[in-house]
Each structure stands twice: as C-alpha cells, then as structure tokens.
C-alpha cells in the first residue's frame, strides 16, 4: 500500500489523470481550479511524450482535447462554471463524433461570471447535454478529496469503454480544500481496443474519418439512436449512489457532492434530537440513480434535496419520486455554502 | 472526538502553514484529517484564514461555523472571529500584536508573545511556529514529535538552518504554556 498523502482536490485530480495515463492536458486557468492546471505544468513538461498547453481560451483548448481524443490518448482539460460554458461546442462535437476524455468543472457561484466562491448551479449544464443536441456526458460527482482521485481515474475508464466524454463535476471548496488520499493500486479492466478508429497517419492504410456531423439526415438519425444506445447502457450497468440509514427514516436527504457531506453531519446532529434522517448521495448524475429515489419514496414519504443552486437535481429527483413522495427543496447559490443548523431548521419545518 | 481550528492573520503570517502542520501531523498519526482555505481576491497583506479538522471519525462537514479554537495571529482576525467561538473553547492570540482583551469570559484564553519570541530567535516569521507549539503543548491533539516530522516533509528541500529555527520555535512555544500551567 502506498504512504498517504495531503493533497488539495485540484492536485489530487491532477495527480490521478497522470497516474491513469493522461499525459495530454489543455487548459486555461480560472479559480477556483487553477492549481490543477498549474500541477499539470509542473508534472506534465518534465514527462517524455506529454502534453501540457497553457491556450488561448477555454474554446482553443477543448478543440485541443477533441484533436488529442482523435488519435486515442487520454486527454484532459478542466475549468470552472464560466470557462465550461465556453467549452460546450467543443464538448457538443466531442460526443457527436464520440470520442473519450475527460473535463473537470470545478463549479463556482453563477450565472454570468458570478462569484469565485464554491456552487452547484452547473447540474443542469453537466447532466441534460450543456451544448446543442441530444447527448449527455457521463457526470460524476465527488464528495471528497480521496473521492476525487479515484472518480478521475474511473472517468477515463468509462470513457474509454462508452467512447464518450466524462465529466468531473465537483466545485471549488472540495477542489480547495485538503485531505489525505492515497493512490491504490487498481485493477486492471479490459477496455474495448481504440485501434479501429483512431486517427494516427493513413501511410499504408485506408483513409479514416472522425467527424461531429453527416448531412444525410438518415445516416445523422442512426448515430443519434447509436449514440442513445450507449445512454441506455450506462442507465442499465454504470449508476453509482451511497445511502444511509434508508431504513425507518423520517425524511430522506438528497445531495451529491460536498453538500451530501453536510448532510452526513446533519443526519448526526438530528439523531441526538430523535429525529431519523436518511440520506441518498448520487455519485452517478448521469446515469441518475432514479431507481434506488423510486424504491425508497415507496417506504419514506418525504424527501429533501439540498443543493447549492436554486433547484436542478430536484427535478430528476421529482422525476423518479413520481408523486409518491413529498419532495421539497433548499438550496443556498452565488457561492454560499448551506450550513448544517439551517438545513436541519427546514428539515423540522416539514417534520412538524 | 472531533477537533475544529480556525487559524488566521495577515497573509503572510503562515497560517495556512500552521494549518497544513496540524493536518499532516493528524494524518501521520491515524486520524481523519481536513484543512480548508479561505480563498478568495486575496492581496498581499490582506487577511488570511484556514479551517483545520482533525477526527477520529470520518469528517462530514468540513465547514465550520464555530471553532472550538480560535489561533488569531493579529487583531483583525480577533475581531472577525472571537464571536464564533464555541462555549468554552480556546483562544490563542498574539499577544504581540493583539492591544485588546478577549471581550468574552465564557472561554478560555492563551496568550503568547509569539513575535517577540520569533524576533528574540532571529526570525520574525517563526511566530506562527511559537504559537503552534503552544497550540499543540496545550491541547495534545498531536504530538510535538509529529508536529517535527510533519514539518520535514512540508519544508523538505529547504535549508537545514530553517527547519531548526522553526523547531526551536514550536519548542519555546510549548514551553511558555508548560510554565503557565505549573504557575496555576
């Protein structure tokens, strides 16, 4: 086992990439993630073989990514709520001509340039395509540092296995803050062979084509239906969540991210005063884990969703409740973090 | 058990240092451990603060509204921070730097002329290493042996006459809250 490490969340996932074999890294700095971009500088320019480039714009490097992506390398980029918007063509075109690689969005208070302080308010973005037409990337959302390494590295796997981009969905606090990590050896899974496709010089060898686009509607309508096939897929095998204490609870939390580790002290806290809280944190946003929200609404007949954003997962959640809950909703946005006391105010509000 | 520390000055100061310390120092020994900045358009000069978590048990919220310890290198920090304090925590203050008096009486109180001993060292910026080691002498919340090893690691590559001086300045900081304690 390796020694344990302190790490800061944007250099753990930094650390991470590397360690699964991206050696390929475009980005432009923006806080609350630039200490990844930086630790890529540091890394990445002394290895043999890698890529590090500091672009012009967040535009220039996703476009730098989707070239990256083309001949088969695992390649990165990363930003915050502001820049990913910048990204979503490129993100667009990624999916369309299904390619795998990874995008990191830190998330920070919006809309427009909003606050550099920690947010949720890019769910929405991440998880219904963000970019124009029908495509989702595969979202994962972490809720602490040792969480963020090995999400990073799982995300570069199932990218490569749906060829399709995954997405980091984390926001500034937990790429701020510190904890231990440690690097585990993982095993090794067997990934479909990149050799079909990849673009890497035709030189004794038929032409190869990778393109977001066909002009014949027909042939434009089988990709798209290919390309939910795989959505179908990740629905059915790929969905990840942790639960707690679903069993005889009053009220079941829902919250991804560092929110669900709010709620954690939350449910403690309520515990002392007899009341029983049950928590459900999605690690998958897309896949959603709609089923484990539609098997436990038939047991408990309130729910909560906490969300730093003014109600976005809450809709999915709703979705999956069906009716056969009571699904309310807080949320802080702009950068504010909810704290524990105040979410377990608006929890005895509905207890009463 | 779950400790909760906030630590703040000037930047410049070497809080987050102290922060970092207290962190790696948790994790060398076993326990859960979380350190968080404060980030924000941050200058130099300016104010600077980190909470630090340190627990036997898996760290929920690493946000925390009222420290159980308060370590203010400077008055601002005083100010901003001595109202949050939990009933009957702790706090440490720079007693260099700090004029007024800890307006609460339902907590506990050190202070520490944590620059003058720095300057009497030759270093004024080892005062956050004065009162850390009285931070940590007080509290026990790690060992001062830890709190060593922790600062090889963080200051490994600098020069040797550094990490001396730092020891020596945790050393006279445990040392001011030992002769506190035997004075009553």
């Known amino acids: ?352 | 058990m779950l400790e909760r520390i906030v630590i703040s000055g000037f930047g410049g100061q070497g809080v987050m240092l102290i922060g970092r310390l207290l962190a790696y120092a948790g994790m060398i020994e076993g326990k859960k451990v979380a350190w968080i900045p404060s980030y924000g358009p941050e200058m130099r000069g300016g104010t600077a603060n980190c909470t630090v978590l340190i627990s036997s048990n898996e760290i929920g919220s690493p946000i925390v509204s009222h420290p159980k310890i308060l370590i203010a290198m400077n008055q601002p920090s005083l100010d901003k921070f001595e109202s949050n304090v939990s009933d009957d925590g702790l706090i440490i203050l720079n007693d260099s730097l700090i004029e007024r008096e800890v307006k609460r009486n339902d907590v506990n109180v050190i202070k520490i002329p944590a620059d003058d001993i720095a300057d009497k060292l030759g270093n004024s910026r080892a005062a956050n290493m004065v009162v850390l080691g009285a931070y940590v002498e007080q509290s026990g919340i790690v060992k001062m042996d830890t709190i060593f090893k922790a600062l090889e690691k963080v200051l490994a590559g600098r020069n040797k006459k550094l990490l001396e001086l730092n020891k020596e300045a945790l050393k006279q900081g445990a040392e001011l809250v030992r002769k506190g304690k035997s004075n009553g």
Not at chain 1, 36 to 59: C, G, N, P, R
Not at chain 1, 82 to 101: F, N
Not at chain 1, 278 to 302: H, M, Q, W, Y
């Open chain 1, 1 to 352: 086992m390796e020694e344990k490490m302190l790490m800061k969340g944007n250099e753990a996932i930094g650390e991470a990439a590397i360690r699964a074999g991206c050696h390929f890294y475009f980005g432009y700095p923006i806080t609350p993630q630039s200490e990844l971009t930086a630790y890529m500088a540091k890394k990445l320019l002394k290895m043999k073989d890698a890529v590090f480039v500091q672009a012009e714009s967040e535009i220039a490097a996703i476009n730098m990514v989707y070239g990256a992506a083309s001949t088969g390398v695992r390649a990165m980029t990363s930003s915050s709520s502001p820049g990913i918007s910048l990204k979503q063509e490129g993100i667009s075109y990624i999916a369309c001509a299904e390619l795998p690689c990874v995008i990191v969005n830190m998330q920070r208070g919006g809309p427009g340039l909003g606050s550099i302080q920690p947010g949720q308010a890019d769910y929405f973005q991440a998880t219904k395509g963000g970019g124009h037409g029908d495509y989702h990337l595969i979202v994962l959302a972490p809720s602490s540092v040792q969480e963020l390494v090995d999400l990073t590295m799982d995300a570069f796997d199932l990218a490569d296995k749906y060829t399709n981009p995954a997405m980091i969905l984390g926001d500034g606090l937990i790429g701020q803050m510190m904890e231990a990590v440690e690097f585990k050896e993982r095993k090794k899974i067997n990934l479909p062979d990149k050799e079909g496709w990849t673009l890497t010089g035709c030189k004794g060898r038929e032409k190869k084509y990778i393109v977001p686009f066909n002009l014949d509607p027909y042939e434009m309508e089988k990709l798209n239906l290919k390309i939910q096939e795989k959505y179908n897929k990740l629905k059915e095998k790929e969905v990840r969540y942790e639960t707690v204490n679903l069993d005889n609870a009053d009220l079941i939390i829902v919250a991804y991210g560092i929110v669900a580790r709010i709620a954690k002290t939350v449910m403690s806290n309520a515990k002392k005063e007899g009341i029983n809280i049950g928590l459900i944190r999605p690690i998958t946003l897309f896949p959603f884990p709609e089923k484990i929200i539609a098997e436990t609404s038939e047991k408990v007949n309130k729910f909560l969703v906490v969300e730093m954003s003014m109600g976005q997962m809450v809709e999915d959640v709703k979705l999956a409740v069906n009716g056969k809950a009571e699904v309310n909703f807080y949320g802080r946005v702009g950068g504010v973090i909810p704290t524990q006391s105040e979410i377990l105010t608006e929890i005895k509000k509905y207890l009463k």
